[in-house]
């Protein structure tokens, strides 16, 4: 809970020391631009995700179309590709040079780059396009369980009534579903919040990028502060809306049934209208860049080989993710486990109950704001230590500075995942260990473990998923001259040579098609036993 709370306590320490000439500078020509930017990206962000992700969770959820098995685990696969991926991929496919610019003009019989004015992708139009083709999928998630898992008797009613299409939606599945909408609106946007790559790929300014801006163009740790603190406030507001969702959802818990609507046949023409409506975030989200990404790789490996810093590049990614991955499992058990307590009536405790909930928060920091708050108190505990630098070795600029970056922002995911599979664990299995005799040690690793596994696995992939897609916090906290997968896809598309970079990001989506691969398998297997055609 200390190191969660760390980062913040050090931004406003660093803030409360002012940033000098700078700040002017930042109210008249940063701030308002960033702050304006990064509302209407969040806005837009919102609304495409929330539009896109709870549409095709209703149509695959309560329609038989062709395609729809299929397209029920593909509108998943959007979360393999990391937003700045995807930015990198789609700025190369719309250039005047790329393929989709090229295609048109041959077909077209034209020579000149500029004969077709197709919109640029380089804008906060662009921005929310590609970032919400790949975030919808948290939203089509948490709406898609909604949809199958509550009100089949009222949408049968609404049918009965002579209900249907977009009515039905309207009036019944959406309100049923909003708290899961929001539930997956609020992590999408806290993932929008947490970008730098993309936006800066695409040219928005979000107050994110500005941190990052200010704290290495202009060298003012302070001013990245502040600008960090007022990002703090729009995290504050997301945290609202996640909160309020999941109170709405706990208040609707007790009409749930076990029963799940039935799939509705749409005739030839609707049903083509429906894979086609679904078909297209997928193309968009993920087979496009992909694609694209696997075909400059290749491209650039036919022609030079395989990059030189490659190997380096991903056993950097995968030892900083592996080490995080070791010490925040470890933490999240003790943290869930002594939560649990002694799974008496009454007994659960209070104050280890209160620092795993705390522990949440970290992953609701953007990662360049945790970044900063650790320069900051690294920083000062290097000057506590620098007399003692033969036995502490600074911190600051190291690879332990990033695996701690790592550890503050993904210690929710397990904390989450075990808290979870703790409460499915009925409390007469403790009862019993604890009349034989067992301590809570002997009961955790010989009763607990053994049906925690799952939830560990599970929580092992994402975090070193995660930890592999970092940016922010890696591209600030990074020792010099060592760079990863994404910091190094970063540093190519930042000197404009994007095939050079292709081959660290197509490396990026391969190491996220397996848990996607994971997610699709789970969720086909919560269908078993019901009738799934299509």
């Known amino acids: 809970m200390a190191l969660v709370a760390l980062p913040v306590l050090?931004?406003?320490?660093?803030?409360?020391?002012g940033s000098g000439d700078l700040w002017p500078h930042l109210i008249r020509y940063v701030l308002p631009q960033a702050a304006v930017e990064t509302v209407l990206l969040l806005a837009g962000v919102g609304a495409v995700v929330a539009a896109v992700g709870a549409g095709t969770a209703w149509l695959v959820s309560c329609y038989r179309f062709p395609g729809r098995r299929v397209l029920s685990w593909a509108l998943i696969l959007p979360l393999a590709l990391p937003t700045y991926v995807s930015a990198y991929a789609w700025l190369d496919v719309m250039h005047p040079a790329g393929p989709v610019q090229s295609g048109l003009r041959a077909l077209l019989g034209l020579t000149d780059p500029r004969a077709i004015p197709l919109p640029e992708i380089r804008s906060l139009a662009g921005c929310i396009l590609v970032m919400g083709s790949v975030l919808f999928p948290y939203v089509y998630l948490t709406a898609r369980a909604a949809f199958l898992t509550q009100g089949a008797e009222l949408l049968r009613a609404g049918r009965g009534l002579g209900a249907g299409g977009w009515r039905l939606f309207r009036s019944i599945g959406l309100?049923?579903?909003w708290p899961a909408i929001g539930t997956g609106c609020a992590l999408a946007l806290l993932e929008t919040l947490n970008d730098v790559g993309a936006a800066e790929f695409l040219g928005v300014r979000t107050l994110t990028v500005s941190v990052y801006v200010t704290w290495i163009t202009r060298s003012s740790l302070e001013g990245a502060a502040q600008i960090a603190l007022a990002i703090l406030v729009l995290v504050g507001l997301l945290l609202a809306l996640d909160s309020w969702a999941r109170s709405r959802a706990k208040g609707g818990q007790a009409v749930r049934e076990i029963a799940r609507p039935a799939l509705r046949p749409l005739s030839a023409g609707r049903g083509v209208l429906a894979a086609a409506l679904c078909a297209l975030p997928v193309l968009i989200g993920f087979f496009i860049p992909a694609s694209y990404l696997l075909w400059a790789a290749w491209r650039r490996v036919a022609a030079f080989g395989l990059p030189p810093g490659l190997w380096d590049w991903v056993a950097n990614s995968a030892s900083l993710s592996a080490m995080a991955t070791l010490l925040v499992l470890p933490a999240a058990l003790l943290l869930a486990s002594n939560a649990r307590g002694d799974a008496l009536p009454g007994r659960r405790q209070v104050a280890d109950t209160a620092?795993?909930?705390?522990?949440l928060l970290g992953y609701a920091l953007p990662g360049g704001i945790a970044a900063v708050g650790l320069i900051v108190a690294l920083g000062a505990f290097d000057g506590l230590t620098e007399g003692l630098a033969q036995w502490v070795p600074a911190l600051s600029g190291t690879a332990g500075a990033v695996v701690l970056a790592?550890?503050?922002?993904?210690?929710a995911i397990p904390a989450g995942g075990l808290d979870a599979a703790y409460a499915r664990i009925r409390p007469e299995v403790d009862w019993s260990a604890r009349s034989m005799g067992a301590g809570r040690g002997r009961i955790l690793f010989k009763v607990h473990?053994?049906?925690?596994?799952p939830a560990l696995s599970a929580a092992a992939l994402l975090v070193f998923l995660d930890a592999m897609k970092e940016l922010p916090a890696t591209l600030l906290l990074r020792p010099f001259n060592r760079e990863t997968l994404a910091t190094a896809l970063y540093a190519e598309a930042a000197?404009?040579?994007?095939?050079?970079?292709a081959v660290a990001a197509l490396a990026l989506v391969l190491t996220g098609l397996p848990v996607i691969a994971l997610l699709a398998m789970s969720g086909r297997g919560g269908r078993r036993g019901t009738p799934d055609e299509g």
């Open 10 to 17: 050090a931004l406003a320490q660093a803030a409360s020391r």
């Open 175 to 177: 309100p049923m579903a």
């Open 355 to 359: 620092l795993l909930r705390a522990s």
């Open 406 to 411: 790592y550890f503050v922002r993904f210690l």
């Open 449 to 453: 473990l053994p049906q925690l596994v």
């Open 495 to 501: 000197r404009g040579t994007y095939e050079e970079g």
